[in-house]
């Protein structure tokens, strides 16, 4: 009797825990923030409006932007370039995004290479999620 118990409380301790540590956007913020060395207060939404619509050369020379994939309005659904549905990126549309830090950094890292050519700096990501924490 006190093992089922005891196996039942520890997996509720487990699964608390496992929230406690759940990712948000104002976490994910806070790290990259720190990592550029500035106050979540330096971050910039406006600059990260900017990074989301500035076209830039694509690999194929063709200009390429965040909106090309993902609409002018992020909170909307896009489509990648061979047609998948993108859910929205703004969380306000999407409760799931910025929810998963290894999520994150696989997508800033895969996206930033193929819109500009490489890896956005810690300054950027901070900007882009403070831009998309607002986008209604």
């Not at 929230?19 to 106050?39: E, T």
């Not at 409006?49 to 020379?61: F, K, M, Q, V």
């Amino acid at each position: 009797m006190i093992k089922p118990l005891l196996y039942g409380g520890l997996a509720v301790l487990g699964m608390a825990s496992a929230m406690a540590k759940a990712d948000s956007p104002a976490s994910l913020m806070a790290q990259y923030a720190q990592q550029a060395g500035v106050p979540v207060s330096g971050l910039s939404a406006s600059r990260g409006a900017t990074l989301y619509r500035t076209e830039h050369p694509g690999r194929d020379g063709q200009a390429v932007s965040c909106a090309g994939c993902h609409t002018a309005n992020p909170a909307q659904a896009g489509r990648s370039r061979v047609g998948k549905r993108i859910e929205p990126l703004a969380p306000a549309a999407n409760p799931q995004r910025f929810t998963d830090a290894a999520k994150v950094e696989k997508w800033f890292r895969r996206n930033c290479q193929d819109v500009l050519q490489r890896e956005c700096s810690a300054q950027e990501k901070g900007d882009f999620i403070a831009w998309l924490s607002q986008a209604r």
